[in-house]
């Protein structure tokens, strides 16, 4: 029988999130285990290589540790030695490569399980973000291996064809790379234009490279099938085929409701889906257990980001704190 190992808080996710919770808690006297399926900060290590942060490094810091990047917005790489900075600052106990399968209430507090152990603790936090459940296309052939819902490098799609599917920041800025870099790119959009909340400095580039015909892009068209050579697409003039050697589906993603479920959070099955919670204490039906960052969101994918949830390790431990003292 695996031994249960003790503590005074469980946090479900190794984001930026999880770590901010993390040290709220050690500043609150809190000993907090950080559950984490994937690598540190997993979300953004999926970003694309070259990615640059919308926001500026002073609104991503966290726990008094400055973050130092060489511009005023900073990339991806500099994220990445920012968290592992911070995790080593503050000397935060996180467990990677360690999936949460379960938790169950147990002697006052919650049992979780994972793939590697079992943990007991009378709190929990959800901090899972969102990047990691990709909203799928639904279409025969998604699961061929030519198929990608993330984009990191444009290296290996040099000198192909590559249908690049959505109208939003990703789909963008994945299109245009793409094709400064060799690949001969079609994007098929669900819409009727590029959507209006792609970043500034990127939508003039993918309007004028789609009008120059640099980037043919097919509008009010969706996917209804892929197959290893080709794609089929509908759009206002019925069906039709495209030669094809890569699909980047950049659809958006959604929190891990899954998981949620596992847990025993309750979630809408339609509109929004937010899962149920206090947005005063983000505290869940569920006693003691709470949501953290933009998993509070829902579906609304663009509600919560690093800078606007950074209070909210603060206010879970507050919480936590005072109880811990009745």
């Known amino acids: 029988m695996k031994r249960i190992t003790m503590t005074d808080l469980i946090i479900i996710g190794g984001g930026p999130s999880g770590l901010n919770v993390a040290i709220s808690a050690k500043k609150a006297g809190l000993k907090?285990?950080?559950?984490?399926?994937?690598?540190?900060?997993?979300?953004?290590?999926d970003f694309p290589v070259n990615m640059t942060f919308f926001s500026t490094s002073r609104l991503l810091e966290i726990g008094q540790v400055p973050f130092i990047s060489h511009g005023d917005k900073p990339t991806r790489m500099e994220a990445l030695e920012y968290y592992r900075r911070l995790k080593e600052v503050w000397g935060l106990e996180v467990r990677l490569y360690e999936a949460v399968l379960s938790m169950v209430p147990a002697d006052g507090g919650y049992r979780v399980t994972t793939s590697k152990g079992i943990y007991h603790a009378p709190a929990v936090v959800v901090a899972t973000g969102f990047y990691d459940t990709p909203n799928l296309l639904e279409v025969?052939?998604?699961?061929?291996?030519?198929v990608r819902h993330y984009y990191s490098d444009p290296?290996?799609?040099?000198?192909q064809d590559v249908l690049?599917?959505?109208?939003?920041?990703?789909?963008?800025?994945?299109?245009?790379?793409?094709?400064?870099k060799?690949?001969?790119?079609?994007m098929a959009i669900r819409s009727g234009d590029i959507h209006e909340n792609v970043k500034y400095w990127i939508r003039p580039n993918i309007v004028n490279r789609i009008k120059e015909g640099s980037i043919p892009a097919y509008f009010n068209t969706r996917v209804?099938?892929?197959?290893?050579?080709?794609v089929e697409l509908e759009g206002p003039e019925?069906?039709?085929?495209?030669?094809?050697?890569?699909?980047?589906?950049?659809?958006?993603?959604?929190?891990?409701y899954a998981l949620l479920e596992r847990l025993g959070l309750p979630c809408p099955s339609g509109g929004d889906r937010i899962p149920e919670h206090d947005p005063a204490t983000l505290e869940t039906s569920l006693p003691n257990v709470f949501l953290?960052?933009?998993?509070?969101?829902?579906?609304?994918?663009?509600?919560?980001?690093?800078?606007?949830t950074r209070d909210h390790g603060d206010r879970i431990a507050e919480i936590l704190g005072k109880r811990k003292q009745t």
């Open 182 to 186: 060799g690949a001969r790119v079609t």
């Open 238 to 256: 019925g069906t039709f085929r495209l030669k094809n050697d890569f699909v980047l589906a950049m659809t958006g993603y959604q929190p891990n």
């Open 155 to 159: 290296h290996p799609y040099i000198d």
């Open 164 to 180: 690049v599917v959505g109208a939003r920041n990703s789909a963008c800025d994945a299109a245009l790379e793409l094709y400064s």
């Open 224 to 230: 209804t099938g892929i197959f290893p050579d080709e």
């Open 140 to 146: 025969p052939g998604e699961d061929l291996p030519k």
């Open 292 to 308: 953290s960052g933009v998993v509070c969101g829902g579906m609304l994918t663009n509600r919560y980001f690093i800078e606007n």
């Open 32 to 45: 907090a285990i950080v559950l984490e399926k994937g690598v540190l900060v997993n979300s953004i290590y």
